[in-house]
């Protein structure tokens, strides 16, 4: 699998937006681009997924670069429940068992 | 519903104990995993079970040994652990079908303690 590379930490403030970066300088074609995020004491929930569109859901939204060597998970409006682990992992359609490799991870701060 | 639910949410064993970890879902998911998670490191894969046969092993110890008696019950029994084995143990299911666009969802995990 192609590696991800990330922020250690990242501060945001509450109620304000924060954009959490990954470089995918080495993706395929064929990898999708997936956030999950870890709060603490708890497992890893799924946040959003894309190929090469930008997508939204209630959670969050995903912007990917047009050459895909890069995306941004954007929270629009920082709550305290958002400080955690985020999680930017690739995951190749031509690959086994669309298993997740996890990389080290933003852990995300919020103050409020 | 899209509830994993792992059992014990603690446990601490001696290293001559033998114990069960275990796994359920009722979302119809026929890929199960299960991962290990150290201390402010990110999950590792250890096993992933696809309609209820063992596919991957990521040269997991012998100590550890998985079982997926049904579509919907993942085991994970321990035996001879060593103190290193300490960890959250964390297990995951995908919905069939979906390959690399698939979802997993993760339970709480169980906190694992060897003395």
């Known amino acids: 699998d192609a590696k991800t590379t990330q922020p250690n930490s990242m501060e945001s403030n509450e109620e304000e937006p924060v954009h959490l970066p990954c470089n995918h300088s080495t993706i395929s074609g064929t990898d999708y681009i997936h956030w999950y995020r870890q709060l603490p004491s708890q497992g890893p929930e799924y946040v959003i997924h894309g190929l090469t569109s930008n997508v939204n859901n209630r959670m969050a939204s995903l912007a990917i670069a047009e050459d895909r060597k890069s995306s941004t998970l954007i929270l629009h409006r920082a709550t305290l429940r958002d400080a955690a682990v985020y999680y930017c992992?690739?995951?190749?359609?031509?690959?086994?068992?669309?298993?997740?490799?996890f990389g080290k991870g933003t852990k995300l701060s919020v103050k409020p | 519903d899209t509830e994993v639910t792992q059992t014990p949410k603690h446990l601490v064993m001696g290293m001559t104990n033998k114990k069960s970890l275990k796994c359920e879902q009722h979302m119809g998911h026929r890929a199960m995993y299960w991962y290990k998670q150290k201390a402010k490191k990110p999950p590792e894969l250890m096993f992933v079970y696809s309609y209820e046969k063992l596919s991957i092993n990521e040269s997991v110890p012998s100590r550890f040994s998985p079982e997926c008696p049904n579509s919907s019950l993942l085991n994970l029994h321990l035996h001879a652990l060593q103190p290193e084995d300490s960890a959250l143990y964390l297990c995951?299911?995908?919905?069939?079908?979906?390959?690399?666009?698939?979802?997993?969802?993760f339970g709480a995990g169980t906190r694992l303690s060897v003395l």
């Open positions: 992992i690739l995951r190749d359609v031509l690959g086994s068992q669309g298993n997740l490799i």
């Open positions: 995951a299911s995908r919905a069939p079908g979906q390959g690399a666009a698939g979802i997993q969802y």
